[in-house]
């Protein structure tokens, strides 16, 4: 198991235009977490799954912005609408539900800039 | 609301020393967990660290301690014998075990450690 995957690694799209991110957790890890992180800042969540149901939103998951874990394994988050407010960094982060007070598993992140 | 504050947006220290990075939190939970995670430039998210709120004894991982103060809230890190590749941001996150916060992690604004030669 080579741990949480997030691609792609940097995406750059127009103001307008919708963008999706994929995130691999690490395969026994029935949750899933995604966070974004601005500049200077702690990250901040916004949703997490358990197997495949979203059992949690943040005020900050807008409209716009719309996450899925299908068969309980990969997830996608999509942004509808991009606007420059949503360059981030998408981090993905992965856990076993009984090991949570262990911490969570992070990915590399999705770099998003919207121009 | 939990909330964690990290009241050091900046730090550095001389390659060999120690270093002790502060956060507070805020919480009604009693049963909670606390952690410290290191973000490298450009690089992904580890844990240094955690911490059991219900255990006294404080937590340690090699060069790495941390100052547990549950009356006071307060979960500090000390970074013994720094090394160049300690240099990152450094993130105190929170997690509960109910109500809004179950699901997540709560994290600090991070405080940025660079180690000097």
């Known amino acids: 198991d080579t741990g949480v995957s997030q691609d792609p690694r940097h995406k750059i799209t127009k103001r307008g235009q919708n963008v999706t991110f994929r995130c691999d957790p690490i395969?026994?890890?029935?949750?899933l977490y995604w966070y974004r992180q601005t500049l200077g800042q702690g990250p901040e969540f916004l949703t997490y799954?358990?197997?495949?149901?979203?059992?949690?939103k943040s005020r900050l998951l807008s409209d716009r912005f719309s996450a899925e874990r299908p068969k309980g394994s990969f997830s996608t988050l999509e942004i509808q609408r991009t606007e420059q407010g949503d360059s981030a960094m998408y981090l993905c982060?992965?856990?076993?539900?009984?090991?949570?007070?262990?911490?969570?598993?992070f990915g590399s992140g999705t770099r998003l800039t919207v121009v | 609301a939990q909330t964690v504050t990290q009241s050091q947006p900046e730090m550095s220290v001389q390659e060999a020393e120690t270093v002790t990075l502060s956060c507070t939190y805020d919480?009604?939970?009693?049963?909670?967990?606390l952690f410290w995670y290191k973000q490298p430039p450009s690089r992904q998210m580890i844990l240094v660290i955690r911490q059991e709120a219900y255990k006294q004894q404080n937590a340690t991982e090699n060069r790495f301690s941390v100052n547990f103060q549950k009356a006071a809230k307060s979960f500090s890190l000390k970074i013994s014998d720094s090394q160049l590749g300690d240099t990152a941001m450094y993130f105190c996150?929170?997690?509960?075990?109910?109500?809004?916060?179950?699901?997540?992690?709560?994290f600090g604004k991070g405080t940025k450690l660079s180690v000097k030669p």
């Open positions: 996150a929170f997690r509960g075990n109910y109500g809004g916060s179950q699901g997540n992690l709560i």
């Open positions: 395969s026994e890890h029935n949750r």
């Open positions: 919480t009604s939970e009693s049963n909670y967990y």
């Open positions: 799954f358990q197997n495949e149901a979203q059992l949690e």
């Open positions: 982060a992965s856990s076993l539900t009984d090991m949570v007070g262990y911490g969570y598993t």
